[in-house]
């Protein structure tokens, strides 16, 4: 999707089957798309803090797996951005099909090819798709107070999508304003390292609400923290017996 205008670099050419919009190689010799790269941060570091402390809940092995399967995508996603090579893009896109389906059946279980990314499009959005039919249900129909953690998780994951599509369509136009613009601001611009952002965030708020979910229907007493005031937790207590 990219103009052939990038540098080269440590991982040589790209061989994947994308190519951002992100220029190549600008901020580090060793990391092609950088900002895109350090952006999955977000998908590694939280949702393995929620792996741990879902551990230490006693919880289902399916929530654990959830919150690695994220932290998956944002490893597979930082060495696809990072080497822009094909078998790394496969380890990210594989990650996000595998964990998708993680987290559907997290929410159900109580009530090789030339050119992957066609079929990897149609399969995913089929997956979130049904995620999304199936929270919508829930918050609706069975838990209706847990609609604000439901539609806030929907609506920064959209968010993410939309600016995905934004930095797809207009790559010529934020290439060149990049260039006229100071190197701080220029960052902001980066809208596919916000779309790790917003979707990191909104998959681990995904999980929190399935979390809240189960361990409410098993009767216990589910509990958002803030992290600092600021980064959403869930604490879960046994339920008091008299």
């Known amino acids: 999707m990219a103009p052939s205008i990038d540098r080269q ?22 990391i092609a798309e950088f900002w895109n790269t350090v952006s999955n941060l977000i998908m590694i570091l939280p949702p393995i803090c929620g792996a741990i402390q879902t551990f230490r809940d006693g919880l289902e092995l399916r929530y654990i797996c959830s919150f690695l399967g994220l932290a998956a995508v944002g490893i597979g996603s930082w060495c696809f951005h990072m080497t822009l090579l094909y078998e790394m893009q496969l380890l990210d896109e594989l990650p996000m099909i595998y964990s998708t389906c993680v987290f559907v059946y997290c929410l159900f279980v109580q009530y090789s090819m030339p050119n992957i990314f066609p079929f990897f499009q149609v399969m995913y959005g089929a997956l979130v798709a049904c995620l999304v039919m199936r929270s919508v249900f829930i918050v609706t129909w069975v838990y ?57 965030l909104g998959s681990y708020l995904h999980i929190l609400l399935s979390l809240q979910i189960r361990s409410t229907y098993l009767k216990y007493r589910p509990k958002v923290k803030f992290l600092c005031g600021v980064w959403p937790t869930l604490h879960i207590e046994p339920q008091k017996t008299s």
């Open 144 to 200: 209706p107070w847990l609609r604000a953690l439901c539609y806030t998780s929907l609506g920064v994951f959209m968010l993410g999508f939309l600016l995905w599509n934004i930095d797809n369509v207009f790559c010529d136009s934020l290439r060149a304003s990049r260039q006229s613009l100071p190197p701080g601001v220029g960052v902001v611009t980066q809208f596919h390292a916000w779309w790790h952002i917003l979707t990191g």
């Open 9 to 30: 670099g440590y991982w040589g050419q790209p061989t994947s089957t994308l190519d951002w919009c992100e220029e190549n190689y600008v901020v580090s010799f060793y």
